[in-house]
């Protein structure tokens, strides 16, 4: 069942089940009124027909149809009327021909309740005793117009019904149609989108502004994945380019030594040059396997529980090994308030890689070899700041230092090796653990880069 039917279908249910119990209502109420309203004229009935009874002391039929006669235009269709004495006997009835009996229970039920009011099969009956007089009135009638009237009511309701259920379906079915069509008009646009044309957009629809929200979060979903094709565009341009250099330096001291013949000392400095390249190559391969690899980290469940500040000081000791001339120095912004302030779930390999890697920038661009780490922990976070005195990023590369491949001007200028790969490793890293960095320049020759993690919540 398709989403226009379907709607459709609920719409005239709820149109259906407010007609159902709008006409159940009006049936239910006029079967009660005209109940009431032929009892009360049955009642009326047999009281004009016991006081002319109760006037006529020995009771004289003709004296009694004239009087009848005088009092009522219309009698009651199928109308019977009886009156007996105290001790249940038969003082006068009409028609002559009516075979009425008072029931010995009923008149002790009169007793107690002077006005009695029942019905048997179809036919109403009132029973009163009147005390002045000590008569019992016995009267009923068949209520033929008003049952008439009931079934056409019933008539009358079952089309306005019908009609109007017909009417809905037809007005149902259109207004799902109108509604519809932006969606369809969008369908159209969607299905000529593909990898190669991500251009295309959902037009905004005047007086609808749910469905323009939607089109609203489709475009910037459209945006972001425009952008993620752009990069991964961009990613293989850059990483055949980088892979392309030191292939075709390689493939051009080769054809120059087949080329001519060289000395040992010659073939030495060739061969070191070429190992030099492989190994380039080699930490180049590595870096984007490590940079596809990580995506993976995203699918980790959980993770163990570990000590940032430990684990930042392995950090600090290993870089010391690589770097013997490094200065760091290790702080805390506040004593923390327990020892578990600093714990957080993680991969212990993978995060002492990412503050390495931090940690390596932050000396390699330094003006004075020297490094800061400040820790503290701080509402169910903890925060890692590395800094460090060198040339900072303008607003551009702070930007853009996250994206592989990406070189700053700094490293530039201090023709650092490296392939811009280190902080995209390391925001990965980060965003498996659901964590962030973020950068800032405080001041004049000022790095900063903070890293945030959530606290264990065990």
Same mark, same amino acid.
């Given at each position: 069942?398709?989403?226009?039917?379907?709607?459709?279908?609920?719409?005239?249910?709820?149109?259906?089940?407010?007609?159902?119990?709008?006409?159940?209502?009006?049936?239910?109420?006029?079967?009660?009124?005209?109940?009431?309203?032929?009892?009360?004229?049955?009642?009326?009935?047999?009281?004009?027909?016991?006081?002319?009874?109760?006037?006529?002391?020995?009771?004289?039929?003709?004296?009694?149809?004239?009087?009848?006669?005088?009092?009522?235009?219309?009698?009651?269709?199928?109308?019977?009327?009886?009156?007996?004495?105290?001790?249940?006997?038969?003082?006068?009835?009409?028609?002559?021909?009516?075979?009425?009996?008072?029931?010995?229970?009923?008149?002790?039920?009169?007793?107690?309740?002077?006005?009695?009011?029942?019905?048997?099969?179809?036919?109403?009956?009132?029973?009163?005793?009147?005390?002045?007089?000590?008569?019992?009135?016995?009267?009923?009638?068949?209520?033929?117009?008003?049952?008439?009237?009931?079934?056409?009511?019933?008539?009358?309701?079952?089309?306005?019904?019908?009609?109007?259920?017909?009417?809905?379906?037809?007005?149902?079915?259109?207004?799902?149609?109108?509604?519809?069509?932006?969606?369809?008009?969008?369908?159209?646009?969607?299905?000529?989108?593909?990898?190669?044309?991500?251009?295309?957009?959902?037009?905004?629809?005047?007086?609808?502004?749910?469905?323009?929200?939607?089109?609203?979060?489709?475009?910037?979903?459209?945006?972001?994945?425009?952008?993620?094709?752009?990069?991964?565009?961009?990613?293989?341009?850059?990483?055949?380019?980088?892979?392309?250099?030191?292939?075709?330096?390689?493939?051009? /001291?080769?054809?120059? =030594? @087949?080329?001519?013949? !060289?000395?040992?000392?010659?073939?030495?400095?060739? #061969?070191?040059?070429? +190992? &030099?390249?492989? /190994?380039?190559?080699? =930490? @180049?391969?590595?870096? !984007?396997?490590?940079?596809?690899?990580?995506?993976? #980290?995203?699918?980790? +469940? &959980?993770?163990?529980?570990?000590?940032?500040?430990?684990?930042?000081?392995?950090?600090?000791?290993?870089?010391?090994?690589?770097?013997?001339?490094?200065?760091?120095?290790?702080?805390?912004?506040?004593?923390?308030?327990?020892?578990?302030?600093?714990?957080?779930?993680?991969?212990?390999?993978?995060?002492?890689?990412?503050?390495?890697?931090?940690?390596?920038?932050?000396?390699?661009?330094?003006?004075?070899?020297?490094?800061?780490?400040?820790?503290?922990?701080?509402?169910?976070?903890?925060?890692?700041?590395?800094?460090?005195?060198?040339?900072?990023?303008?607003?551009?590369?702070?930007?853009?230092?996250?994206?592989?491949?990406?070189?700053?001007?700094?490293?530039?200028?201090?023709?650092?090796?490296?392939?811009?790969?280190?902080?995209?490793?390391?925001?990965?890293?980060?965003?498996?653990?659901?964590?962030?960095?973020?950068?800032?320049?405080?001041?004049?020759?000022?790095?900063?880069?903070?890293?945030?993690?959530?606290?264990?919540?065990?």
């Amino acid at each position: 069942m398709n989403l226009k039917l379907r709607f459709a279908l609920i719409f005239s249910v709820f149109v259906a089940t407010i007609l159902a119990i709008s006409s159940f209502t009006i049936y239910y109420l006029y079967f009660n009124y005209r109940e009431e309203e032929f009892f009360k004229r049955v009642e009326a009935e047999g009281r004009i027909y016991h006081d002319i009874v109760s006037q006529i002391k020995d009771p004289d039929k003709a004296a009694i149809s004239r009087l009848l006669e005088g009092v009522r235009t219309n009698s009651l269709p199928s109308e019977r009327l009886a009156v007996f004495d105290s001790t249940g006997k038969l003082i006068h009835r009409l028609p002559d021909s009516t075979n009425i009996i008072l029931d010995p229970a009923l008149k002790k039920k009169l007793l107690k309740t002077p006005v009695y009011r029942f019905e048997i099969q179809d036919y109403q009956y009132v029973a009163s005793y009147t005390a002045d007089t000590k008569l019992y009135t016995l009267s009923d009638a068949y209520d033929l117009y008003g049952y008439n009237k009931l079934q056409n009511l019933k008539l009358i309701l079952s089309l306005v019904f019908g009609g109007g259920m017909c009417i809905t379906w037809l007005f149902s079915f259109f207004f799902v149609q109108q509604a519809f069509k932006p969606l369809i008009a969008w369908t159209d646009q969607i299905k000529q989108t593909t990898i190669q044309s991500l251009k295309g957009r959902l037009q905004p629809i005047k007086n609808y502004p749910e469905m323009n929200a939607v089109a609203a979060s489709f475009n910037a979903m459209m945006d972001r994945l425009s952008r993620g094709f752009e990069f991964q565009r961009s990613f293989v341009q850059q990483a055949s380019h980088e892979l392309r250099t030191p292939l075709a330096i390689m493939l051009s /001291q080769t054809e120059s =030594a @087949l080329n001519q013949p !060289l000395s040992t000392e010659a073939y030495q400095l060739l #061969l070191a040059s070429l +190992k &030099e390249d492989q /190994q380039y190559l080699i =930490a @180049l391969t590595n870096s !984007l396997l490590a940079l596809s690899q990580y995506e993976q #980290l995203l699918f980790q +469940k &959980e993770w163990p529980e570990i000590r940032i500040d430990e684990l930042v000081v392995e950090a600090t000791s290993q870089l010391m090994q690589m770097y013997p001339d490094a200065l760091v120095d290790i702080g805390f912004k506040e004593i923390p308030e327990s020892d578990k302030a600093f714990i957080v779930k993680g991969n212990d390999a993978l995060l002492k890689s990412a503050f390495l890697n931090l940690l390596k920038n932050a000396y390699i661009y330094s003006s004075d070899k020297k490094v800061s780490v400040v820790m503290s922990a701080l509402h169910d976070q903890v925060l890692v700041m590395v800094e460090n005195r060198g040339q900072t990023l303008s607003n551009e590369e702070a930007q853009m230092v996250m994206e592989p491949f990406f070189r700053g001007k700094n490293a530039i200028d201090a023709n650092a090796k490296g392939f811009g790969l280190g902080l995209s490793i390391v925001t990965r890293i980060l965003i498996a653990h659901h964590a962030k960095i973020e950068y800032q320049s405080p001041s004049s020759n000022h790095n900063q880069f903070t890293v945030v993690l959530p606290q264990s919540k065990d």
